[in-house]
């Protein structure tokens, strides 16, 4: 046994090691402490601190000569007996006879421990749907251990992937869309800010030997890609609720409009049609909103117009029902919002989501809702429909229903944010899944860990020191919260590459 | 300044039954009789002249007479295949009439290096350049555009004309969501017209980047979902184009060829002696004289069964008031009293759809070319193949071997069956 050190003492949540010298433990290493039987507790390492059998005053005399250049020469007797280093980790397994539970115990005083192997961790059983992660991490070393997470379990209960800046999150997604490919059978729909998600210029989803089972919608498609045009009559006043903020008086009339012109409502609206005992100055505002939030008007020669060609009174009257269509069929769809306003791109998500949230309920009442594939929606910047403040002052949107109710449904978030925060504890607690990122934010880690599937209290340090790609899975599915390190996306996807490409045989052109 | 009419799904050899045979063929005429009389330079047919690719002879004639008399006139006509009229071993009719030279398909590329190039053919008169992709069954046409040589055509100089008869993923309309479409972005930019067919409305659309594309339509009509919609008020017709250097002016020429009373009846809540005595009511008031009757019965009955509204007696009542067709859609007519199947749809290939998509699940099959919506496209082919009758004068042998060949190609079974 590779033994790395000793178990001196502490108590349940927090058992101090001494660390065997030559030995460098890091954070985060996870480690085994063998007990009689097949019997063994996992512990990870919470905390590093120096020991020291010399005392204080003597180490820093000692230090303080060898600075000045008295006593190059000197130095401790038997160093690695006096001066060493006790981690301090949490016991956060038991594995009796293949099958791992919480512990309960505390692991033999003075017993040895030793780094975790790949065949130590071999409860961690593949699950039905396998979502790939990414792969075991003990401190910063790579185990050959898979990380998978029940893909229908963990979607609809919502995953939560909180990170700042640069720490890899949208590799974590695309590694985990890729997964998704793989499997089949999910509805994903992909709101994609930064266009980074389907591979216009580079290697990503379309690379995907599935790619048939991904739709890209982009108002600038590339060959082969949907236009993402939609239909003014797709559009109806609830699409707005929580998205866009309208006055009393506003809300009247918008309702009123729709009552009185059905699918034509906002093309009437724009027109300036009037409508009964709604003030002239109330559907100005409302027609100098649709042209400053969703970039629609009617030009000097009467026509209809969309800055950023997103909304069409002509064309684009099948775009919704087509991606619900996808969705329903298992696809991933990827919608390029990339060119829209922040605004606009949660409108569109409010469409569709509302929509496949509507046929998800009426499919439950029916009883078919088994039938239908599990849903997940994606979502950069998630506290701009689940964060407090916006609930508050604009009321429930579609996102945050969905958080709270989804489950039921079989539709899940997958929210991406670096303010945790700004979500209200309620919502946050429906997110079952939570992939964590490193966070350099102390208040943010502290929401984190509180909001967690599992008791992170002792993991601040390590969130903090998550490096790009290393993350914690703590999930209601996981029996304790797992480091993994997530591969690079073109790292992963290598071994795709290399498969052989079905000849699809010579084509005949009639 | 020079003229092309454009024109598609003409379905001619769909109707059965008489009085609308001859409205289908009516239809033809007139709209090629405004033709010579506009004195076009030439005809486009983006697809589906035919209904089949081999259809009644009867009809065949006289659509031919009249081509005959339009190509005597000095115009030209210039198709595609589309859905119906298509054949996999170029043997349809379109293939019979392009080589008799009483029209030109303009659908002829090569495929080099998985590179689909097409060529174009020039319109003697005035130089107008002409190519495009045909349909095929099951939107399998989708392959051709996944490869198409876009640069090369858009490189072309000249007056350009694309040709297809496929619904563009922009541009469906909301009801045909579920059709198979082709999107805009996989199309050849920089045409100054493109010619569409497949898709059952009228419409016209400038997107940027590309010249105008239009679909017009079909002159009348193949199935009792279009005559509905045509009851319903649109226009059925053709278009017109002026243009010089770049198309100049677009017009719809409207064709009506009868007038058309669409009656909705909701017998939700009723019985069904309630709902008879309530059309009965209604038919006192209408004047139905040579019109084309569409009757939409839907709902669910809250007593007696769906056959008690008589649809004989309803038919005879009608024609006896001088109707010179009736439809009755009693599709979506469901009864309390009898077991309840869900029909969401409204014409017969949506039901058969549905009802192949609902029951592909319980098939237990191995065939990734028979699973999901692959099988159930093949399905809803190989059942609208299989249901063409016989012809008149065709032995029975010589049927059965024609459908079997039918069902052999519908099911890529070539290899199979054929030895060579």
């Not at chain 1, 007990?35 to 059998?53: K, P």
Request: negative net charge; proline residues 4%.
């Amino acid at each position: 046994m590779d033994v790395v050190g000793q178990i001196i003492g502490g108590g349940v949540a927090r058992i101090l090691i001494r660390e065997k010298s030559g030995v460098k433990l890091e954070m985060g290493d996870l480690l085994l402490v063998d007990e009689t039987g097949d019997n063994s507790l996992i512990l990870q390492v919470t905390d590093l601190q120096y020991h020291s059998q010399v005392p204080q005053s003597m180490r820093e005399l000692i230090s303080g000569m060898k600075l000045e250049g008295l006593g190059a020469s000197l130095d401790f007797m038997e160093p690695e007996l006096r001066n060493y280093i006790v981690a301090q980790a949490k016991a956060i397994l038991q594995v009796k006879d293949g099958h791992s539970t919480i512990p309960k115990s505390l692991p033999d005083f003075f017993n040895s421990v030793r780094h975790v192997k790949e065949d130590d961790l071999k409860f961690l059983t593949k699950p039905d749907n396998p979502l790939y992660v990414g792969d075991v991490r003990s401190g910063s070393k790579i185990l050959d251990s898979k990380v998978y997470v029940n893909a229908r379990d963990a979607i609809s209960h919502h995953i939560l992937i909180p990170a700042t800046t640069g720490r890899g999150k949208s590799n974590l997604v695309k590694v985990m869309l890729w997964s998704l490919l793989d499997l089949g059978g999910f509805g994903i729909l992909v709101l994609d800010p930064h266009d980074e998600y389907y591979g216009r210029n580079e290697k990503c989803l379309k690379d995907h030997p599935q790619s048939e089972n991904l739709v890209y919608y982009s108002s600038e498609a590339p060959p082969g890609a949907n236009s993402l045009i939609i239909n003014l009559e797709s559009i109806k006043p609830h699409h707005f609720s929580g998205i866009v903020s309208f006055s009393e008086a506003q809300n009247d009339a918008v309702n009123l409009a729709y009552h009185k012109y059905g699918k034509n409502w906002i093309i009437k609206i724009l027109e300036g049609v009037s409508l009964p005992n709604v003030k002239e100055t109330t559907l100005s505002v409302l027609i100098r909103k649709f042209n400053t939030i969703l970039g629609i008007y009617i030009d000097d020669k009467g026509n209809f117009q969309s800055r950023n060609r997103l909304f069409s009174d002509t064309a684009g009257e099948s775009t919704i029902k087509d991606i619900i269509r996808s969705l329903e069929n298992g696809k991933i769809v990827v919608i390029d919002t990339s060119r829209l306003m922040g605004s606009v791109e949660l409108l569109v998500g409010s469409i569709i989501t509302g929509t496949i949230f509507n046929k998800y309920q009426r499919y439950k009442a029916e009883n078919l809702l088994r039938e239908k594939p599990v849903i997940g929606i994606v979502i950069e910047e998630a506290p701009r429909v689940l964060g407090g403040d916006v609930i508050a002052t604009q009321g429930h949107n579609v996102y945050s229903t969905i958080a709270r109710e989804g489950r039921k449904f079989n539709i899940g978030l997958i929210g991406i944010t670096q303010l945790v925060s700004l979500i209200p504890k309620t919502i946050l607690a429906n997110m079952n899944t939570k992939i964590i990122l490193g966070n350099e934010m102390a208040q943010e880690r502290s929401e984190i860990m509180a909001s967690a599937s599992q008791d992170l209290s002792d993991d601040n340090r390590n969130i903090a020191s998550l490096d790009k790609g290393e993350a914690i899975v703590s999930s209601i599915f996981t029996r304790f919260a797992v480091p993994i390190k997530t591969p690079f996306f073109d790292e992963f996807i290598e071994d795709y590459s290399n498969e052989e490409k079905e000849d699809k045989g010579k084509m005949a052109f009639i | 300044m020079y003229k092309f009419a454009h024109l598609a799904d003409c379905h001619i050899g769909a109707q059965k039954y008489p009085e609308l045979k001859e409205l289908e063929m009516n239809a033809f005429k007139k709209c090629m009789d405004r033709c010579m009389v506009e004195k076009v330079d030439f005809i486009v047919i983006s697809g589906d002249l035919f209904h089949s690719n081999l259809p009644n002879m009867g009809a065949v004639k006289e659509a031919v007479e009249k081509m005959k008399e339009v190509r005597d006139q000095g115009i030209p006509i210039y198709l595609n295949y589309g859905s119906h009229d298509y054949s996999p071993n170029e043997t349809s009719i379109i293939d019979l009439l392009n080589s008799a030279g009483l029209i030109q398909k303009i659908v002829e590329g090569e495929v080099k290096d998985e590179k689909l190039k097409l060529k174009f053919f020039q319109d003697p008169a005035t130089g107008a350049k002409l190519c495009g992709i045909s349909a095929r069954k099951m939107g399998l046409e989708s392959s051709y555009y996944d490869a198409l040589d876009r640069e090369s055509l858009q490189n072309e100089p000249g007056f350009k004309i694309f040709v297809f008869h496929s619904a563009i993923t922009d541009f469906k309309p909301e009801f045909l969501a579920e059709m198979d479409s082709i999107p805009l972005s996989l199309f050849p930019r920089g045409f100054n017209y493109y010619a569409g067919g497949h898709v059952h409305l009228h419409s016209e659309h400038h997107p940027e980047g590309y010249g105008s594309l239009t679909y017009p339509g079909p002159l009348f009509g193949s199935y009792s979902k279009d005559m509905e919609i045509s009851a319903r008020g649109e226009e059925r017709g053709f278009y017109l184009v002026n243009f010089q250097d770049e198309v100049k002016e677009i017009e719809f020429i409207p064709l009506p060829v009868c007038k058309y009373e669409y009656m909705y009846q909701d017998a939700y809540g009723k019985n069904a002696i309630q709902v008879q005595n309530d059309l009965m009511d209604r038919f006192e008031k209408i004047d139905v004289e040579k019109k084309v009757v569409l009757l939409k019965i839907r709902g669910e009955l809250s007593g007696g069964k769906t056959s008690n509204i008589d649809s004989r007696t309803i038919k005879d009542i009608l024609t006896r008031k001088g109707a010179l067709y009736v439809g009755i859609n009693r599709h979506g007519l469901t009864s309390r009293e009898q077991v309840k199947v869900k029909i969401t749809e409204s014409d017969i290939p949506s039901i058969e759809k549905r009802l192949f998509t609902d029951r592909v699940g319980d098939l237990n099959i191995s065939e990734a070319k028979l699973q999901k919506n692959n099988g159930i496209k093949l399905a809803v082919e190989l059942l609208r193949t299989l249901r063409e009758e016989q012809k008149l004068n065709e032995k029975k042998k010589d049927y059965e071997e024609r459908m079997k060949n039918v069902a052999i190609h519908t099911l890529h079974l070539e290899e199979v069956f054929y030895e060579n």
